[in-house]
């Protein structure tokens, strides 16, 4: 008789996202005259950059003819995007990373779900609390995570980095050496970025532990201080200690398209192995790469035109992102993030829980955001708003939510 994964059993609940549409559908069906404003799941809302488009419709027109017909991508991705990722993600930014250690794929969700495949089970992992859930969740499902503790909301073999008001929501060293350390820097949800100094501090100890860092950089993009790294490669030694997964969703707009990639340098090596040739092995056999016309596509992001349209889409974001900080502060609310990521992170008032203050919110505002909780036990009692809904709507949104106080 066949058996199951028991560990998928271990999972507390929903996940967050899914959670957060069941409740909207419940809501829309009993309340058909109310009109939401979505500024929970961070999914983008402009169109796709025309200079893209153009490749795009480009591709298609070559893959209709025999001569220019392309079948399965190459292992690591085409070289016409690895090469113009190297030269302008990496040594545009001195930053010593060769084409052939860059891994491309149909996103970093897929990425940050799949590096664990490579290590044994029997690592422990340290996450940043409040964080991007599927760290956590993929490690429960890999069986690394121990046992969940209900009362904590926390798992048992899990270390945890709290990620407070009072430390900016930048995580400290942690007292127990982990073996797998994620770092998702500007972060997501508290929209907190880490400054090249405080980075190089955890790529010190990395290197001095033989920990590896999973490097988690998918809103670079949005970074507008000069001190923030736009790549953890910036950091000295960074090299022999880090993995690094970028995504073309929210730079680029890419969510409906499907792109990303993996950096693991060759210099990384732990057990005697070389960390690039197990990623190889794979992301040859179990291949989660993107086809031809989308890595056209992600090409042309880095064309003179393309850089050109995609900035001021990612400046259209994060004046979205500042109506809300600034609108959320003027009604009295404690907030941060929205300088170096299109993220809003609220404390909630009056002490309601995170999941009160999105029903509040959806009833009094009909304004959908993100409860902190779902984020980790660390994000209790705060709450994450985006800026990738349109302009209209976010001005809206913050004059609903200032009518509901």
């Known amino acids: 008789m066949v058996k199951i994964n028991d560990n998928f059993l271990k999972l507390p609940g929903n996940y967050l996202f899914s959670e957060i549409a069941k409740k909207v559908s419940i809501f ?3 309340h058909k005259e109310s009109r939401l404003i979505r500024l929970g799941i961070g999914d983008v809302t402009l169109p796709i950059a025309p ?12 893959m209709g003819r025999k001569e220019g017909f392309h079948g399965y991508a190459p292992d690591l991705g085409y070289e ?3 090469n113009v ?6 040594k545009a930014r001195n930053c010593q990373i060769n084409a052939d250690e860059i891994f491309i794929s149909d996103g970093a969700k897929s990425n940050s779900g799949n590096i664990q495949e490579i290590f044994s089970i029997e690592n422990k992992i340290a996450v940043c609390d409040p964080v991007y859930p599927v760290y956590v969740d993929t490690n429960v499902m890999a069986g690394r995570a121990g046992i969940y503790q209900k009362e904590t909301e926390r798992w048992s073999d899990v270390i945890y980095l709290p990620c407070r008001e009072d430390n900016h929501f930048i995580p400290e060293l942690p ?6 350390i994620y770092l998702c820097f500007p972060n997501n949800p508290t929209g907190s970025a880490i400054t090249k100094n405080e980075l190089q501090i955890w790529v010190n100890y990395a290197n001095k532990t033989g920990a590896v860092i999973i490097y988690d950089a998918a809103y670079e993009a949005y970074i507008t201080e000069e001190e923030i790294p736009h790549s953890i490669y910036e950091c ?3 090299q022999t200690c880090a993995i690094e997964l970028k995504s073309f969703s929210k730079n680029a707009g890419f969510t409906g398209m499907r792109l990303g990639y993996t950096v693991i340098p060759k210099e990384l090596v732990r057990g005697g192995v070389a960390l690039h040739s197990l990623w190889a092995r794979r992301h040859g056999t179990k291949y989660n790469g993107a086809p031809y016309i989308i890595q056209r596509a992600g090409e042309a992001v880095y064309t003179e035109k393309g850089e050109e349209q995609i900035k001021k889409q990612i400046a259209y974001y994060m004046r979205n992102a500042n109506v809300i900080l600034e609108g959320l502060k003027n009604i009295g609310f404690k907030v941060s993030g929205g300088v170096n990521a299109p993220y809003i992170w609220l404390k909630t008032p009056d002490q309601m829980t995170s999941w009160q203050f999105f029903d509040f919110l959806l009833e009094k505002a009909n304004v959908v955001g993100t409860p902190g909780s779902g984020f980790g036990p660390g994000g209790e009692g705060y709450f994450r ?9 976010t001005v809206e949104a913050v004059e609903r939510i200032k009518r509901s106080f």
């Open 385 to 393: 708003l985006t800026g990738f809904g349109t302009y209209e709507n």
């Open 85 to 90: 990722i190297a030269e302008k993600d990496y």
């Open 28 to 30: 829309e069906k009993s």
């Open 175 to 180: 007292k127990e050496a982990p073996d797998l």
């Open 80 to 82: 016409f995007l690895r």
């Open 51 to 62: 200079a893209v488009i153009e490749a795009v419709h480009k591709a298609v027109d070559e």
């Open 236 to 238: 000295e030694g960074a």
